[in-house]
Structure formats: C-alpha cells, structure tokens
Nanobody, 127 residues
Framework: EVQLVESGGGLVQAGGSLRLSCAVS????????IGWFRQAPGKEREGVSC????????YYAESVKGRFTISSDNAKNTVYLQMNSLKPEDTAVYYC????????????????????WGQGTQVTVSS
C-alpha cells in the first residue's frame, strides 16, 4: 500500500521560505505522479504543483509560478516543494498525494484523480 509522509511545514514571515518534503513508499511501479495541494480554512482544496515520475514533467498553479519549485530525489523516493517569497495567502494545510496515472497534464490539479494522501502539514505565513 502506498504511503506518503509530509514534513517541513511551520511558521514563517512573509517573504520567507520553506521546503516541504513528501516521502513515498509502498509503490510497485515507477510511473506515478505526486501532487501538492493546499486547503485554507473555509476554502476548497487547491492544486498547487505536481511532479510526474513518468516523464519528469512539472506543473504549477498560476498563483505559485515563479515562487514554488517542485523536485524529486528518486534515490530517496521523496518529492520536495520549495516555497519562496511566501505570502500570507499561502497559509494553509499542505498535502501531498499520489496517483498512478501516467498522463496527468490535463488533470493534475484535480484532487479526485489521486488515490493516496498524506496527513498534511501546516504552513503559516505571517504578515
């Protein structure tokens, strides 16, 4: 069974940086994608970024382009989300999620396509 464990959240001032980690285990095939989502109080879960292990494609929400970078360390089976120039509106619980879909270009930001989720990590950006 695929399991995901997030880490790296915390409290940071606006303009600061954080790096989230998502350790993935229990997968059978190397073709999968890891998405990062976030959910702020009273808001719907939002797709932030995605990394496709199949072709190493990366995807970003417009709200984080140029500030967030997703990357993968295949040897560690870990996907990272480097978050720079953080804003108070980035405050949310961040989740990583796993999908076995090979092609995710059109659907990466839709939570419905992901099969396994991590427990979430809180990111708070103070103004």
């Amino acid at each position: 069974e695929v399991q995901l464990v997030e880490s790296g959240g915390g409290l940071v001032q606006a303009g600061g940086s954080l790096r989230l980690s998502c350790a993935v285990s229990g997968f059978t095939f190397d073709n999968y994608a890891i998405g990062w989502f976030r959910q702020a109080p009273g808001k719907e879960r939002e797709g932030v970024s995605c990394f496709s292990r199949n072709d190493y494609s990366t995807y970003y929400a417009e709200s984080v382009k140029g500030r967030f970078t997703i990357s993968s360390d295949n040897a560690k089976n870990t996907v990272y989300l480097q978050m720079n120039s953080l804003k108070p509106e980035d405050t949310a619980v961040y989740y990583c999620a796993y999908t076995s879909l090979v092609t995710v270009k059109e659907i990466w930001s839709s939570a419905n396509w992901y099969e396994r989720w991590g427990q979430g990590t809180q990111v708070t950006v103070s103004s």
